[in-house]
């Protein structure tokens, strides 16, 4: 209906899709070519080791780090941990993957690669525990589904997603159900600051944490438990969203995947702007979390919105166009269906410029227009929230019309209290009010909203779509790595030999063998 | 600091004025309404002031919160008897909504019996002025003509990096870019856990103009001793021409810098732009910066 509104040429919306194409081919080799620890331990993880070394003298560390770090010791990890692990257990004539764990940590495994018939064996072993883990997998994909026949997608589009913070699991189920009654359709637990940073997934049920709380197994069950339970009450399936991003990425992903998460952030290239990781750790990771997301049937959201906090929103709107044309190419190439492209933006140009609220409506209805079918997310001014409730609360108002104005399909609430405290319960509840009067009173504005063909929005879009694929050019004739490293995205230089983990990136060997990559690329569940 | 612009005698009100509101009576406050104060608080408003709503002397605010009181009357004589004790006489409630079954958020229009003596304004002194990343950026390039570098660390055992990345990545703190944001500043964060015999050879390579520790864990005061352990070691491996040197946890008392044989200490809630600010400010003040800066670079 809204699509054509811009009259983008379709030769030159091909032409950035293509040259997307081509920069990141290099990348996709590049991941292919390597594997990594957190795509290891994730593979154990699928396999089935829970828990953790609580007798070890750093503190708690689960057992997928303990066994992945010692075959990597006695034997490499470039043949993937898959082969030694299930040659191990078969050896010691142990029945669970656990106890190998245990006697790993007390030093009685040897590990090492097995050949021939002992490799077919291995292989086979290997193949069945994994294809055990992916099939709870896929029973959650379906259960999500039944539920949403059951009570019901939300009856309006943008989709309403809010956060929960608190640092305590318990604090965030009441949080969190209070938000869905109040109407929100995506609840959020943001992590504990720093938790991208920890190569290790912490266990368990966390009442700790740094300005958010703990990405752990157990507390995405508790938080998932208790958004069926007010989905039943509300009618309608609560979405509950988590961070597949930092170090342990492919980790989060399986672990998304075996507790029904339906939302992931996971961006192609934040942890490595933002986070300061080594970037081929990154692209490594994110393809097997993609590949994960993808068989689960999770949305995932990438973080284009923070290239203008950092960035300025009207000289660097262009960088976002191209970062989602690359998440766009990385999605499709890891499975991921255009459903499930929550391709990210943000209302982040100065509220003191000249029409600002023209030149985001410019913005976001060219990404509208060029991922007609992705459920783009829409997120809320955050650097120019001064602290000023009273203007925030205004310029968020503004932010929800641009959203309904051009068909956003997420749209995350925002706090007037940006920047000022963690939103009190009034916060959070006066934004909804805010954006259920802009959804009642303007909701349906874009059916009569046609910007002026020549007009200042239509070619503001048209410059922006232009300067993309110029950018795109470059990038595809210097290479992504190299760009990356020159700082194009969000003012970050990050060089490909920098960064942190990259000492837990290794590259395979031929006979590189696991059983999750060859079940995700197949679609197989055996 | 004193502010007062128009000595006077101090109104007889004055003397019985309570400072703070928790214990304030709406007994004793409100004989000192604002319409009583008559000539000798004319004289004397621009040392004694009340809030302005729409006339001098008016004491009008208005205050939002929300109570964990069901939507009803209760909740709303709740708030009125807040409001009350808080000093507003007479308090209105002008608007009250239920948040969910359990909550009432209420907005509250009064007029307040204090009154502010702005002689006894007290404010903390930042001895040094808040920059914008651009007058940062731009203060380096002027005065070193280079970037400065700045090496991070959390010293001893303590693995909490929470602190030193909020200062130091670019994603933040409180809304605020970290360090790593600045173009003329050079940020090496060595992470977690880092030896004082490891930092001191990091900073000495890397040539290091200042180097932030963050200490989050306090158990027997390992955040006191880790301190002072590095600031011992810089002056024993550099002397004279040690990098400044910048503590920061959620238990520092800035006041104990000189004491841990730091330069400048940080404590809770300290944001990115008043780091950045204040190594510009000390390292283009500090007389032995260019002597340190062109020996080192020689």
Not at chain 1, 75 to 96: D, I, K, N, R, Y
Not at chain 1, 372 to 386: E, G, N
Not at chain 1, 472 to 492: V, Y
Not at chain 2, 125 to 133: A, V
């Amino acid at each position: 209906m809204r699509r054509g509104l811009l009259g983008l040429d379709p030769e030159v919306v091909a032409t950035a899709r293509r040259l997307a194409a081509r920069a990141a081919g290099p990348v996709v080799e590049l991941a292919r070519a390597h594997t990594t620890v957190a795509v290891e331990r994730a593979t154990l993880r699928l396999a089935g080791i829970t828990g953790a070394d609580s007798a070890h003298r750093s503190g708690d560390v689960p057992w997928v780090n303990r066994v992945v770090d010692t075959v990597r010791e006695h034997c490499g990890l470039e043949h993937g941990v898959a082969l030694p692990v299930f040659h191990a257990l078969t050896e010691q004539g142990l029945t669970s993957l656990t106890e190998l764990a245990e006697a790993t940590a007390a030093g009685q495994v040897s590990y090492r690669v097995p050949e021939g018939r002992e490799r077919t064996r291995a292989a086979r072993a290997a193949r069945a525990a994994v294809a055990r883990g992916l099939r709870t997998v896929d029973r959650n994909r379906a259960q999500r589904e039944k539920l949403v026949a059951r009570w019901g997608d939300p009856a309006q589009r943008p989709w309403i997603y809010l956060i929960v913070a608190t640092g305590d699991i318990d604090e965030d189920v009441v949080q969190a159900q209070n938000a869905a009654r109040a109407g929100a359709d995506v609840i959020a637990v943001i992590r504990s600051t720093g938790q991208s940073l920890l190569d290790y997934v912490p266990e368990g049920a966390t009442h700790h944490g740094f300005a958010g709380t703990y990405a752990t197994q157990e507390n995405f069950r508790i938080m998932r438990a208790a958004l069926d339970e007010v989905s039943r009450e509300v009618g309608r399936y609560v979405r509950l969203t988590n961070y597949a991003s930092g170090l342990c990425m492919p980790e989060i992903a399986v672990l998304a995947g075996l507790q029904r998460l339906d939302m992931m952030l996971n961006d192609s290239m934040y942890g490595i702007l933002f986070r300061d990781i080594n970037p081929i750790r990154t692209f490594v990771d994110q393809r097997f979390s993609r590949q994960v997301h993808a068989r689960a049937g999770i949305i995932i959201n990438t973080g284009e919105d923070n290239y203008l906090t950092t960035a300025d929103a009207v000289d660097g709107a262009h960088t976002v166009t191209v970062s989602q044309l690359l998440n766009e190419h990385f999605g499709h190439e890891a499975g991921l269906a255009d459903w499930q492209l929550g391709l990210g933006h943000a209302f982040e140009i100065n509220p003191d410029l000249p029409d600002s609220f023209r030149m985001e409506l410019a913005h976001a209805l060219l990404a509208r227009e060029l991922f007609p079918d992705a459920p783009l997310k829409w997120m809320p001014p955050t650097k120019h929230m001064t602290g000023d409730v009273f203007r925030g609360y205004l310029l968020d108002g503004f932010f929800n019309l641009a959203g309904v104005l051009t068909g956003q399909s997420i749209l995350l609430v925002g706090m007037m209290t940006e920047a000022v405290v963690t939103p009190f319960l009034s916060d959070r509840d006066l934004a909804l009010a805010n954006v259920r009067y802009v959804l009642g009173a303007a909701g349906n504005l874009a059916e009569d909203f046609r910007p002026e063909p020549d007009g200042f929005i239509v070619k503001r879009a048209h410059q922006v779509l232009s300067e993309t694929v110029d950018l795109l050019e470059r990038i595809a004739d210097d290479g992504l790595l190299n760009a990356i490293a020159g700082g194009t995205f969000g003012l970050m230089r990050r060089p490909a030999d920098g960064g942190r983990g990259r000492e837990g990136v290794i590259v395979k060997a031929e006979g590189y063998r696991n059983p999750a990559v060859e079940l995700l690329e197949t679609g197989a569940s055996r | 600091m004193t502010t007062t612009i128009l000595p006077g005698p101090v109104p007889s009100s004055a003397a019985t004025e309570p400072t703070t509101g928790p214990k304030t009576e709406p007994k004793i406050a409100s004989t000192t309404g604002p319409t009583d104060q008559g000539a000798a608080e004319r004289d004397t408003r621009k040392r004694y002031v009340r809030p302005y709503g729409d006339t001098t002397g008016d004491g009008m605010v208005q205050m939002s919160f929300t109570l964990p009181v069901p939507h009803g009357p209760r909740a709303e004589g709740a708030a009125q008897q807040l409001a009350a004790k808080m000093g507003m006489d007479p308090a209105m409630v002008v608007h009250a909504h239920p948040i969910g079954p359990d909550f009432t958020f209420v907005v509250v229009y009064g007029s307040v019996t204090h009154l502010v003596d702005l002689d006894e304004v007290r404010v903390v002194e930042r001895e040094f002025p808040l920059l914008p990343p651009t007058e940062v950026n731009a203060t380096i390039r002027r005065t070193l003509r280079r970037k400065l570098t700045v090496v991070g660390a959390c010293i001893g055992t303590d693995a909490h990096t929470v602190g030193i990345d909020a200062i130091l990545n670019i994603k933040g703190f409180a809304g605020e870019k970290g360090l790593e944001y600045y173009r003329e500043l050079r940020v090496v964060n060595l992470g977690a856990q880092v030896s004082v015999p490891e930092l001191v050879k990091r900073a000495r390579a890397e040539r290091a103009d200042a180097v932030l520790v963050s200490q989050v864990v306090t158990q027997r005061d390992a955040h006191i001793l880790n301190t002072r352990e590095m600031a011992a070691a810089f002056r024993e491996a550099m002397g004279e021409h040690r990098p400044l040197l910048v503590a920061g946890g959620p238990r520092f008392d800035p006041m104990m810098a000189g004491e841990l044989g730091v330069d400048r200490v940080f404590g809770r809630g300290t944001t990115p732009g008043e780091v950045a600010s204040y190594l510009v400010h000390a390292i283009t003040t500090s007389p032995a910066e260019p002597a340190t800066a062109g020996k080192a670079r020689a």
